[in-house]
């Protein structure tokens, strides 16, 4: 997704006439929902001033293409600043620039890795030519229209107010600063990026290439289990990016001075679902044993490491996996057998090791003692059993004990859940994990559902399950195990929708998830934690339920043959509280690790109709927008999901109030906007009427609010939303929201000739050097089929105005 795209001349217009971060943050606000914090509004307020001065050249094309703020695909993460256009051999080019406020920095002794000063304090952070390659590289990975077209991707970084200094530009960073050039302050390294960009885009490309990134199909997520065998076999199948970056090169360097150091090392790592701990554990793996330290990947969940065993059969030998993968209980006699171990899923340690957990003492003590260095991965939210003691506090105290160094790194950036932070946050707060500002998730940020029927929620999974087999049904552990020792009995049935599973322990075990034929059955917890699914349903059971709004979890209702909360009744009699609350964290953290299980979509079923209900509440169809008619009609929802606020997103002035273009814009309706768009300043306001616009929007000539009525925008634009336009819009509308107007259209929702679509066209060039219109596409952004593009022929193009573009959806 792309906030703000126009062409070079239109961006320099915005830069000269408008306060550039009003509109960007309008931008950002229109296409995302939701805002974003002050120092990121300062940063556009000051670095696009200093790209338009790079961009303010005759031989950069006007029409070439300018972007800011492109959302990579399924991951938080946003490319600063992009310019597109064509080479002088008519290539494709899209140069990729990193944007950086930054006076200084230290040099480290990691690869790609930088020491610079926050607000928060100095910090590490990958070297800002590394972060844009491996955005390229991302980019390049994951967009169709990219991997699959001829673009070339150019990246670059700019940092403006930095004074080189001999340590951003040192010859450590040579590597990556020759694959992503590096610009510095000063007018000869501003002549130097104009140079660069100058060398790849000679001619303009009126944001078809833009056009095309933004709508690119998403290619599928790489899965750490596909990719396993080309990793073991040393080929980049993952590009480590920001925190990722930093926390390998830590951790690498750790280990690699833990020979050289008389007390031992220990790398406690926190990162949340989705961050990526397995992913960089498994990088670390095949980057200790290419510098010949003797390590082992250790997992106390036998899953992951099944299903990462059967993946490397028939490519390593048995003996060669066996050195690799491990699980948690073998170490109780390994004093300083190893270099290094890495401890993935840690907070799943347990105290006691053996099939009857009688041997050792502790499995973390026992880890540290048989290692030089220990790198644990560890997520406290995903503690699961009573037996779980593998938290933070818990490694802190033993390394504390055994007089072992510990260094603190954490994984932040989310890349499972289509990349939405805002969804971890949300669910926290909804299971009343801990509060958050995130009490409304908006679906369109991720795909979550609340399904009505144990069984619809099998057959979207079942859909989902059809193109890769990444798709699967989980549940809380709340049946009882009946086909262990009767194969033809069912496990979870639920009589009054005629649905019956079996748990999937029996047939494939640990390794259900990759099995083809497993979406026949349900999983659970202990098969699913650690491993990542394209969609996962789940059946939230009646050990968490919701009364008037209050969560709470009856443990009571967990199956009998669940190991997860044996005994806590017992312990509930000597410390009656503390169990308790262990008790409620546990379910709660079992149905947060089962709801993060899909890198795509999460789809749910209650048992309990008024927890269904809770979940429906927190959800918003689209971005919240105030739906109102003019007749005051009551607005059609389409399904549980929608909210709609009962008020109109501005205020209506008198003639006496309104200082029109001052405090206020003129209010239009579509249907009746013939002869409308004139000059806006002849309004009479007594004639007109006029509406105060929210606190963001700042009142100029040429603004006006409309209401759009129909479904054929309504991936943009819900129905009956009240939407902020520009009249006559200069530059460039390539892949804007625009209102059109045509002899020959006869739109039903809006009526007149007038319509709302994105724009896009095909341009020729003439023996004259002109371009002339070879074909117009007015085209629907809906998620009903029915709605066809609007497409004008070379004779009828030339009738096509562009009467204004959207702003905002207020």
């Known amino acids: 997704m792309i906030v703000y795209q126009s062409s070079k001349s239109e961006f320099l217009e915005h830069i000269e006439h408008c306060d550039i971060e009003d509109v960007i943050l309008s931008a950002y606000t229109q296409r995302t929902g939701h805002g974003v914090g002050l120092a990121e509004i300062e940063s556009w307020q000051h670095s696009l001033r200093y790209m338009a001065e790079v961009l303010d050249d005759e031989q950069i094309p006007a029409d070439a293409g300018v972007a800011i703020e492109y959302h990579l695909p399924q991951m938080a993460k946003r490319v600063d600043f992009i310019v597109t256009g064509r080479g002088e051999d008519s290539s494709s080019n899209v140069i990729i620039v990193e944007l950086k406020q930054w006076t200084k920095a230290k040099l480290t002794n990691k690869d790609g890795v930088v020491e610079t000063r926050f607000a928060a304090g100095a910090q590490e952070v990958s070297h800002p030519s590394y972060q844009a390659w491996s955005y390229a590289a991302l980019l390049q990975g994951f967009n169709e229209a990219v991997y699959a077209g001829d673009m070339q991707l150019k990246p670059c970084a700019y940092l403006h107010n930095y004074k080189d200094d001999g340590v951003i530009s040192h010859a450590f960073y040579a590597p990556h600063i020759e694959r992503a050039p590096l610009f510095l302050q000063g007018v000869a390294e501003k002549k130097k990026l104009r140079d660069f960009i100058k060398k790849f885009v000679k001619f303009g490309d009126d944001c078809n290439l833009l056009y095309r990134i933004d709508n690119g199909a998403i290619r599928p997520s790489k899965m750490l289990a596909d990719s396993l065998v080309g990793l073991m076999q040393g080929k980049q199948e993952f590009v480590l990016i920001d925190d990722q970056k930093v926390v390998y090169e830590t951790a690498l360097a750790v280990a690699r001075g833990a020979g050289t150091l008389a007390n031992k090392e220990a790398v406690i790592v926190k990162g949340g ?268 059971g009646p050990d968490f339920v919701v009364r008037d709004g209050v969560v709470a979890t009856r443990p009571d209702n967990r199956a009998k043959s669940d190991q997860s909360l044996r005994g806590y009744k017992r312990l509930e009699k000597s410390s009656s509280d503390i169990t308790t609350q262990r008790v409620e964290r546990i379910i709660k953290n079992t149905y947060r690790t089962l709801l993060t299980r899909g890198m795509k979509g999460c789809y749910v079923y209650c048992v309990d109709p008024e927890t269904a209900a809770y979940f429906r509440s927190r959800l918003i169809a689209k971005t919240p927008v105030a739906v109102r008619s003019q007749a005051k009609a009551e607005p059609s929802v389409a399904n549980n999901d929608a909210r709609f606020d009962n008020v109109l997103p501005f205020r209506r002035l008198s003639s006496a109030e309104a200082k029109p273009f001052v405090n206020s814009v003129p209010l239009i309706d579509l249907k009746f906007a013939a002869g409308a768009f004139g000059d806006f300043q002849s309004f009479d306001p007594a004639a007109a009427e006029w509406v105060e616009l929210p606190d963001l929007f700042r009142p100029r000539v040429g603004l006006f609010v409309a209401q759009v009525i129909g479904e054929s925008m309504n991936r943009r634009i819900p129905n009956g939303a009240w939407c902020l336009f520009r009249l006559d819009p200069p530059g460039t509308r390539a892949g804007k929201v625009v209102v059109a107007e045509h002899r020959s259209i006869q739109d039903p929702d809006l009526g007149g000739s007038y319509t709302v679509k994105v724009y896009f066209s095909e341009k020729a060039e003439g023996a004259d050097g002109s371009w002339q219109h070879v074909r117009i596409h007015l085209r629907p952004d809906s998620d009903d089929a029915q709605f066809a593009a609007l497409v004008f022929e070379p004779e009828n193009a030339e009738g096509v105005r562009i009467v204004a573009e959207l702003i905002a959806v207020l």
């Open 273 to 540: 679902p989705g961050t990526g701990k397995t992913v960089v554990a498994i990088n670390l793996l095949v980057g200790l044993t290419k510098l010949g330290l003797n390590c082992r990947y250790v997992s106390k969940n036998a899953a992951p490491r099944a299903v990462y065993e059967s993946k490397l059969t028939g490519h390593l030998r048995k003996s060669e996996i066996s050195n690799l993968f491990s699980g948690s209980g073998a170490f109780t006699q390994a004093n300083d057998a190893f270099d290094v171990l890495v401890v993935d899923e840690a907070h799943r340690l347990n105290e006691k090791s053996g099939l009857y957990g009688n041997l050792g003492v502790n499995q973390i003590k026992e880890l540290m003692s048989a290692a030089r260095c220990t790198i644990f991965f560890v997520d406290d939210d995903q503690l699961v059993t009573l037996k779980d003691i593998g938290s933070i506090s818990a490694i802190e105290r033993w390394a504390a004990v055994m007089g072992a160094r510990v260094t603190h790194q954490e994984l932040a950036s989310q890349f499972r859940c289509n990349g939405s932070d805002g969804y971890l946050a949300w669910l926290d707060n909804t299971l009343a994990v801990r509060p958050t500002a995130n009490v409304m998730l908006d679906v369109a940020e991720f795909d979550f559902r609340v399904l009505e029927s144990p069984v619809a929620l099998d057959a979207l999974i079942r859909e989902k399950n059809g193109a890769h087999n990444k798709a699967r049904l989980v549940a809380g552990y709340c049946w009882d195990w009946i086909s262990k020792r009767n194969p033809d009995a069912y496990d979870i049935v639920l009589p009054g929708f005629d649905f019956k599973k079996r748990w999937n322990l029996s047939k494939d075990g640990s390794l259900w998830i990759v099995a083809p034929d497993s979406v026949e059955e349900i999983g659970c917890i202990h098969t699913s934690q650690g491993l990542e699914l394209d969609y996962v349903g789940v059946i939230i």
